[in-house]
């Protein structure tokens, strides 16, 4: 089956600017998980749904983020009054039950670079 | 990431020769650790992973050993060829998820 998609590949938005980014998980998985990778870094971890519902939310850097699963397979990550900082290559992953011993496919992640 | 150290940051070796990548953790909670590959613009790719109860773990070329005590972990990769040129992360997976800073490695053919 397909992999993790994301979308858009590439967004370009100005300050202040709201904007959301996509995931589709694997068919199946149960547990969705959103990073932020800046260059040169490694993925840093933001939520991580179990099916419908945020499971940990912790690595949200503040209320400007916010993140939605409503269904249980797609998920939105939604960045409000966007901000220089924020650019960054968005990552979504996905595990068949979630748990913390789970592979995480990841997807090709979204660029988004804020002007 | 500043919950795993990763080290080196750049790594280069000569094609055939072994490669070896270490990460330090804090956080005693973790027990899984997982490695990814990641190639330029391309997602992240697991290569091998290995649970808190088991020590090594072998595929073929790649092997990881893990030192709970210590609380530090390694990739080695033996016999390299070109295309295992890429960005290697390590990450410690527990009550949290943390991924280190990652190693750029290249191999010279």
């Known amino acids: 089956g397909a992999g993790v998609s994301q979308t858009p590949s590439n967004k370009v938005t100005e300050k202040g600017k709201y904007v959301e980014l996509r995931c589709d998980p694997i068919s199946g998985h149960t547990a969705l998980y959103w990073y932020r990778q800046s260059l040169g870094q490694g993925p840093e971890f933001l939520i991580y749904?179990?099916?419908?519902?945020?499971?940990?939310d912790s690595g949200l850097p503040n209320d400007r983020f916010f993140a939605v699963r409503p269904e249980g397979s797609v998920s939105t990550l939604k960045i409000q009054r966007t901000e220089r900082g924020d650019s960054a290559v968005y990552l979504c992953?996905?595990?068949?039950?979630?748990?913390?011993?789970?592979?995480?496919?990841f997807g090709p992640g979204t660029r988004l670079l804020v002007l | 990431g500043e919950n795993v150290e990763q080290h080196p940051s750049t790594l280069s070796v000569q094609e055939g020769d072994s490669a070896v990548i270490k990460c330090t953790y804090s956080d005693s909670a973790s027990n899984y650790f997982p490695w990814y590959k990641q190639e330029l613009g391309k997602r992240p790719q697991l290569i091998i992973d290995i649970r808190s109860n088991v020590g090594e773990k072998k595929d073929q070329r790649i092997a990881v050993t893990l030192n709970k005590t210590a609380k530090h972990f390694s990739l080695h990769i033996t016999e390299t060829q070109p295309e295992d040129s890429a960005v290697y992360f390590c990450a410690a997976i527990g009550n949290q998820f943390y991924f280190g800073t990652g190693t750029s490695l290249t191999v010279i053919p």
């Open positions: 749904f179990q099916g419908t519902g945020a499971a940990d």
């Open positions: 992953a996905s595990s068949l039950r979630g748990g913390h011993q789970e592979t995480q496919y």
